[in-house]
């Protein structure tokens, strides 16, 4: 028995030498959750989820109007879609993108269901969203702790918005209560809002007025003016 639990103490120290340190978490190297999954789709459309979630708060801190473009990323089944969807009207666009097929198709029969004309369900992919250019504003709601390379995708997304565009990112605190995933699974607002500026974006406000959320809005990063020579 002592041998037994000898050969197994050793073989413990060796995968600790083998995995090496573990590093801090961050929104980087978080272990991401898993997709979610499309059968729970259910579970997102809560009676009162606008009370605690505040869409039309969100859509004022990004400025979003009649006839602006938008897009919803890891939109789902499209509950934010739609509320965004008739924001901007019919003289506006929202890009609806999510990468599982299954909440592609949600979205696609959804807006089919409620003839939403000014809806485009896009099917992205993990490494790219598929968005266009051109956007006033991107909304990324309850889907952070998903990525698997965050930096990439706000790499994009910040290649999409228009020179005054805005992004949202929407996610859970960490002071617990309410809905939301498993605490563990959460990301700080300090380490999103460091992905965002490694992809070049420029935090504008960090709002506090969701119960169990927080919202972040970025812009793109201005480029420094010119210095100007003094007369001597």
């Known amino acids: 028995m ?36 499309p059968e729970d789709l259910g579970l997102l459309e809560g009676p009162d989820r606008s009370l605690w979630q505040k869409p039309d708060e969100i859509m004022d801190a990004l400025n979003i ?22 924001r901007v009207g019919p003289n506006g666009r929202v890009y609806a993108e999510d990468i599982q097929r299954e909440m592609y198709e949600a979205i ?3 807006v089919s269901r409620e003839g939403l ?14 968005l266009p250019t051109g956007l006033d504003a ?14 990439s995708l706000l790499t994009d997304v910040a290649s999409a918005l228009k020179p005054q565009g805005r992004l949202g990112i929407v996610d859970w605190t960490k002071e617990g209560g309410g809905p939301g995933i498993p605490m563990e699974e959460r990301v700080e607002a300090a ?3 460091r992905d965002a500026e490694t ?10 007025f969701l119960t169990y959320q927080f919202l972040l809005v970025f812009e793109l990063e201005q480029p420094a003016a010119p210095a100007t020579l003094q007369p001597r």
């Open 191 to 193: 380490d999103v809002i």
């Open 2 to 37: 002592f041998m037994r639990n000898l050969s197994a103490l050793a073989l413990v120290l060796v995968a600790v030498a083998v995995v090496g340190p573990v590093r801090p978490a961050t929104a980087q190297n978080l272990p991401h959750a898993r997709l979610f999954k």
């Open 117 to 130: 004309t000014n809806v485009e369900p896009v099917l992205g992919t993990a490494e790219d969203p598929m």
């Open 65 to 86: 109007a009649d006839g602006s473009t938008v897009a919803d990323v890891g939109a789902g089944a499209g509950w934010f879609t739609v509320r965004l969807a008739r």
């Open 138 to 151: 991107v909304l990324i709601v309850d889907v952070y702790a998903e990525l698997e390379n965050p930096v």
């Open 108 to 110: 696609s029969n959804r």
């Open 199 to 208: 992809a070049g974006l420029s935090l504008l406000s960090h709002e506090t």
